[in-house]
């Protein structure tokens, strides 16, 4: 049977076009989740994509978090359901105290987006399986805020647990603490990761198609999960 990868649309999303393609060319159907609506639809997953919810107001993800979808994904996501915060989405996440930490203002207070280099450090994810561990990957990064921080304890903590699953290689686009790029919760379902996996899926838009891995790991891990 073919997974069914939910993506989220919120008021100001803007990449959950690409994330639904990357779905789709990773061989997964895509399911288009609305964020007033809390009903999942029987998705195997679920990616939150990019994008500018809710106009970034208060703080970037702080509104998205109260989203109606956002409460059944909570819950779904306490219970083993494979979530991917990608940039926005990564905020929600934390927002929605799913993964610890914070995204903050980049600290050159400049938007960047460029092509980035990540390692992959965790490759016992949901979302990473299918990448070797210490393997380097080239995809696009562009926020303005994606300055990962946490208290010291929790940065230890999650390099102790092997949490930190990607991290920024060959200069910090953001100033990220330990220039982490993308970390996991403790069940290793829930992924955020603020380089954008989505935009390097095929040759003819993307720096490369290292991105499809991320898509490709959740089918390979949902193969192996029970039903
Ligand atoms: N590409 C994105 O998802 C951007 C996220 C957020 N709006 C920021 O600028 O940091």
């Given at each position: 049977m073919t997974a069914r990868v939910g993506v989220v649309t919120f008021p100001g999303s803007l990449d959950d076009g690409d994330a639904a393609r990357a779905v789709r060319i990773a061989g997964a159907e895509p399911v288009r989740l609305w964020h007033g609506d809390p009903e999942l639809h029987g998705v195997d997953a679920v990616v939150l994509p990019g994008g500018f919810s809710y106009g970034d107001y208060l703080r970037c993800g702080a509104i998205a978090r109260f989203a109606p979808v956002m409460e059944t994904i909570v819950d779904a996501a306490r219970g083993g359901l494979p979530v991917l915060g990608i940039c926005n989405g990564f905020q929600i996440l934390c927002e929605a105290h799913?993964?610890?930490?914070?995204?903050?203002?980049?600290?050159?207070?400049?938007?960047?987006?460029?092509?980035?280099?990540?390692?992959?450090?965790?490759?016992?994810?949901?979302?990473?399986?299918?990448?070797?561990?210490?393997?380097?990957?080239?995809?696009?990064?562009?926020?303005?805020?994606?300055?990962?921080?946490?208290?010291?304890?929790?940065?230890?903590?999650?390099?102790?647990?092997?949490?930190?699953?990607?991290?920024?290689?060959?200069?910090?686009?953001?100033?990220?603490?330990?220039?982490?790029?993308?970390?996991?919760?403790?069940?290793?379902?829930?992924?955020?990761?603020?380089?954008?996996?989505?935009?390097?899926?095929?040759?003819?838009?993307?720096?490369?198609?290292?991105?499809?891995?991320?898509?490709?790991?959740?089918?390979?891990?949902?193969?192996?999960?029970?039903?």
């Open positions: 799913l993964l610890p930490g914070a995204l903050t203002r980049n600290q050159h207070l400049h938007f960047r987006n460029r092509d980035q280099i990540l390692r992959i450090e965790s490759v016992g994810t949901a979302w990473t399986n299918a990448f070797q561990p210490g393997q380097e990957v080239l995809i696009p990064v562009k926020n303005g805020e994606g300055c990962y921080v946490a208290d010291p304890a929790t940065l230890d903590q999650l390099e102790a647990e092997g949490r930190v699953v990607a991290r920024y290689v060959g200069g910090n686009p953001n100033g990220s603490q330990r220039d982490i790029a993308a970390i996991t919760s403790s069940a290793g379902n829930v992924v955020g990761i603020m380089p954008h996996p989505e935009h390097a899926v095929e040759a003819l838009t993307g720096p490369s198609l290292d991105g499809l891995g991320f898509f490709t790991s959740v089918l390979k891990h949902l193969v192996g999960a029970p039903a």
